[in-house]
């Protein structure tokens, strides 16, 4: 009943979304307005009715409802619970649905919560939103049933790739998609403005909110996974430019460069146009990361072609929703007043080049993921690794660095030369000292990139704050600080990837219990190797104790576990964490008899890199509270005032 | 400064930046495009020393040897055309062994040996390093399974 139930609810958002887009297309363009009047609870109701259906998918997951197709192939009833619940977006239909309810939600919290957009182009954004929605309600239904039965039941399901059994599944994709499918508020709010003519500043602060929610989930969505990767694989590395994480980066570096140019048209009524462009990509760049993700061409292009139905649904969802954008964006291009003019030196022209360099990224990211798969189909086989993305998009994001300690230094509308020199004088000296510094003490021990990098963080850390200077701190609006710990985090975590590739040190050893292992000044005794069992899996177990220059000793015990359901090994990497650094140790095979494999690394600072995010993050929360803030109480004040004269 | 000269300069650099980020990503995808070899391609092209390859190819059965150390590994990586020797040190994944396929990277050394300082394997529920394609994955005994 559970499954059918599902369906249903399914069916009837997919027939609300139709309505929705009848409604706003017949009120709209036909002139009867009082049809708009019910475009907002159908927006509502087919958020609700998503909700309820993942709802039911998650319970039949914790069911362990052997009858469900997706439950038998992605799930086991000896699994924990959290798995069991998790495991519902660990596959490819639930993470669709996933996708779906995601889209609906947000078109409800438009629907309900958005009051600062003018109601034609408000009603224009919600039945963008069910025009978009419907494609993937469509790809859903008839391609990925979520719900689909399996007769005769079987009496346990094949159990979830142990490598997503771990909490980060609960958190990584769900905030992951957020963001991702965030994004199409921002599509929707381009195409309505589009369609009714009016992008202007009124319009570009009411989307801004939604693009720096989307974008404050995506940027934690990221750091999460890596972290989760870097922990998980056991590999001691945090990203590895597989195709599925520029996935995720690519709608990262659109959405913001689309929230640097936002705050352009909100705050100064320029780069109209491209402001309405950027927003169609990035979330154009979301649906190709998911089609590059779910239609199995990044295993091969034959795989593909094995089984072209999903991939190629996505494909026209793709050349439909992104051609369509594009066409209304070349059709009403025209209507698009230009916007107020700016001088040569001001802020307006920084953000023009740091949407230039963010854009320039995301070309090199795109054509790096895609080249491989277009000339495969042309019987060439070839990778694209980190050699290509290290050293093409690494100069480009050093220089942008360098242009976000300009930018907020820089005056709106017009500046002068001499006076953006003066105020980043601080940082450019402090930059200068790292420079001579690093080179007397380093030179020629680490790599060109984690140098500059190195530098360029002290730098970019002292440029982030230097905004505050002489300003009355408790006077500094909130989103003016969430600007400078949004920046600061970059600097952050910048510093933790350049320590992380400059000073890591590796050891690799085959040892037997009792000996002694030493490396970067930490000391490790190999105590004994035991055997372990969890809930679906049995492991062996190094006990370990670190200790470091005679200091206290610590325990940590690395894994290589092996689970049953489906058969598969994998390591669990021990992580001490000090403040200048993190410890990690794996545990490998067994080399010989009595002998275990271990690899150990010393990481000074690499916790930076994801304190970064989460400050990048956390920057982007205080400036989305801080502005709507700003606008509660402007309001608040305005009926204060009339109710004084009534 | 008229608004005309200002978008004027503004459209050139954009076109300059754009043009320079074009050619950076073409010469280094050129570079890019000599980066995956077979044991084939190794023998009919020739790879310099020390230059950074990805080796793609099934693991020789019988040539798996350990070393004293327990943590280096010697095999012969082939791909029916051409047999490369190859050694490793580090963790090999687990679904790395003999008859079954894998892609390393690293370089050769003088002595024509392959010097690996990665292999790659599935990480994923169903991906794999697309470079061996051909080589397929039995969703049975989730192992992988020499292709035709």
């Known amino acids: 009943m559970i499954a059918e139930a599902g369906l249903a609810a399914l069916w009837l958002a997919a027939s609300l979304a139709l309505l929705q887009l009848a409604l706003a297309a017949i009120g709209l363009a036909g002139g009867k307005t009082e049809l708009l009047s019910a475009v907002r609870p159908v927006a509502v109701a087919q958020g609700g009715l998503t909700a309820i259906a993942f709802a039911l998918l998650i319970a039949l997951f914790l069911r362990s409802d052997m009858s469900v197709l997706l439950v038998v192939t992605n799930s086991h009833s000896m699994k924990p619970w959290l798995y069991k619940f998790a495991g519902t977006w660990g596959n490819h239909e639930g993470s669709m649905l996933l996708w779906v309810t995601v889209m609906g939600v947000a078109g409800a919290a438009v629907a309900l919560f958005e009051r600062a957009l003018r109601r034609e182009t408000h009603m224009a954004t919600l039945g963008g939103q069910a025009a978009i929605s419907l494609g993937f309600y469509a790809f859903l239904l008839f391609a990925s049933n979520p719900f689909a039965r399996i007769d005769p039941p079987p009496a346990d399901g094949q159990g979830l790739n142990p490598l997503l059994q771990d909490p980060g599944l609960a958190f990584h994709p769900p905030t992951l998609y957020l963001g991702y499918v965030g994004l199409s508020v921002a599509f929707s709010f381009a195409v309505g403005a589009l369609l009714t003519r009016q992008v202007d500043a009124a319009f570009a602060r009411a989307m801004r909110p939604w693009v720096l929610g989307a974008w404050i989930l995506l940027t934690l969505g990221i750091t999460a996974g890596s972290y989760w990767a870097y922990y998980e694989l056991g590999w001691g590395g945090w990203w590895f430019w597989d195709p599925v994480e520029n996935a995720s980066l690519m709608p990262w570096l659109a959405a913001t460069a689309l929230l640097h140019s936002v705050t352009v048209l909100a705050t100064r009524d320029a780069l109209r146009a491209w402001t309405v462009m950027l927003a169609v990509i990035a979330f154009s760049m979301s649906m190709v990361g998911t089609f590059l993700v779910r239609s199995g061409i990044l295993t091969s292009v034959h795989a593909f072609a094995v089984d072209p139905q999903r991939g190629t649904f996505i494909l026209a969802l793709l050349g439909v929703y992104i051609g369509g954008a594009l066409a209304l964006f070349g059709w009403r291009v025209g209507a698009v007043r230009e916007g107020a003019p700016f001088e040569l030196v001001s802020r307006e022209t920084m953000l023009v080049v740091n949407n230039l360099l963010l854009s320039v990224i995301l070309g090199l990211v795109l054509i790096g993921t895609l080249y491989p798969l277009m000339t495969e189909a042309f019987g060439h086989k070839v990778s694209v690794g980190a050699p290509y993305f290290d050293r093409i998009a690494g100069p480009v994001a050093l220089t942008l660095m360098i242009v976000m300690i300009l930018g907020p230094l820089t005056r709106w509308r017009r500046d002068r030369m001499r006076e953006v020199t003066r105020r980043i004088a601080v940082p450019m000296a402090v930059g200068a000292i790292a420079l001579v510094a690093l080179a007397v003490l380093a030179w020629g021990k680490i790599g060109v990139l984690p140098f500059l990098g190195l530098v360029i963080a002290l730098a970019v850390a002292v440029g982030s704050v230097a905004p505050l200077w002489k300003r009355n701190l408790r006077r500094t609006p909130l989103f003016t600080w969430g600007m400078v710990i949004a920046h600061l985090g970059c600097a952050v975590s910048l510093a933790g990837m350049a320590c992380d590739s400059a000073f890591t040190v590796e050891k690799l050893v085959a040892a037997r219990p009792g000996e002694v292992v030493e490396t970067a000044g930490w000391t490790l005794r190999f105590k004994q190797i035991l055997p372990l069992a969890g809930d679906n899996w049995t492991a062996l177990q190094a006990d370990m104790e670190a200790s470091r220059d005679g200091g206290e000793p610590v325990l940590m015990h690395p894994q290589s576990r092996f689970f049953a359901s489906p058969p598969t090994t994998t390591t669990e990497a021990a992580l001490l964490t000090r403040w200048n650094g993190q410890l990690y140790v794996v545990l490998g095979q067994e080399a010989d008899a009595g002998r275990w494999q271990l690899r150990i690394w010393w990481k000074p600072f690499v916790t930076l890199i994801w304190l970064g995010g989460f400050l990048i993050a956390l920057g982007g929360a205080m400036a989305l509270i801080g502005r709507e803030r700003r606008g509660w109480l402007l309001k608040w004040r305005a009926r204060k005032a009339e109710e004084a004269f009534a | ?148």
């Not at chain 2, 391609?41 to 099934?58: F, H, Q, S, T």
């Not at chain 2, 392959?114 to 390093?129: G, I, T, V």
């Not at chain 2, 994955?137 to 035709?148: F, L, P, R, V």
């Open chain 2, 1 to 148: 400064m008229k608004a005309k000269h200002q978008r004027l300069i503004l459209a050139v650099v954009a076109l300059v930046a754009l043009i320079t980020a074009g050619l950076l990503a073409a010469s280094a995808l050129k570079d890019e495009a000599a980066y995956f070899y077979a044991p084939g391609d190794v023998k009919a092209k020739g790879v310099e020393p020390g230059k950074p390859i990805r080796l793609g190819g099934m693991v020789v059965k019988g040539s798996l040897q350990k070393a004293p150390d327990g943590v280096t590994i010697h095999f012969d990586v082939t791909d029916g055309k051409a047999t490369v020797p190859a050694s490793f040190k580090g963790i090999a994944p687990d679904l790395f062994r003999e008859g079954s396929g894998v892609v390393a990277e690293g370089a050769f050394d003088r002595s024509g040996t392959f010097q690996a300082s990665n292999l790659l394997a599935k990480h994923d529920e169903r991906y794999m390093p697309r470079e061996l394609q051909g080589i397929q994955y039995d969703e049975k005994t989730y192992k992988m399974k020499a292709g035709q």
